[in-house]
């Protein structure tokens, strides 16, 4: 069974940086894309960044020149780094992989931007 497993959450300061990583336990064949959503208390989880199979990169407008989403293809793993946090990046975030037919998510990992 594919399982995705994120991690690098944690705490940070406004102004800090974080890393994430998504990685892939088994083979997921005819992905379409691999991307980070998230999800804050009270609100609908959201695209923050998405890389296609071709290498075309989509951000929401929030985190566009602050965020960028990266991938190992060898390796399987897709990395989030995170910079200029801010308070409202806060949220849990999720590994996602789109395939064809559906999606395959992580498990989530919890960003925390607070002084």
């Known amino acids: 069974q594919v399982q995705l497993v994120e991690s690098g959450g944690g705490l940070v300061q406004p102004g800090g940086s974080l890393r994430l990583s998504c990685t892939t336990s088994?083979?997921?064949?005819?992905?379409?894309?691999r991307g980070w959503y998230r999800q804050a208390p009270g609100k609908q989880r959201e695209l923050v960044a998405e890389?296609?199979?071709?290498?075309?990169?989509n951000y929401a407008d929030s985190v566009k020149d602050r965020f960028t989403i990266s991938r190992d293809i060898a390796k399987g793993t897709v990395y989030l780094q995170m910079n200029s946090l801010k308070p409202e990046d806060t949220a849990v975030y999720y590994c996602?992989?789109?395939?064809?037919?559906?999606?395959?998510w992580g498990q989530g990992t919890q960003v925390t931007v607070s002084s």
């Open positions: 088994g083979s997921i064949f005819g992905i379409r894309a």
């Open positions: 890389i296609t199979s071709v290498g075309s990169t």
């Open positions: 996602n992989a789109r395939i064809v037919g559906g999606a395959i």
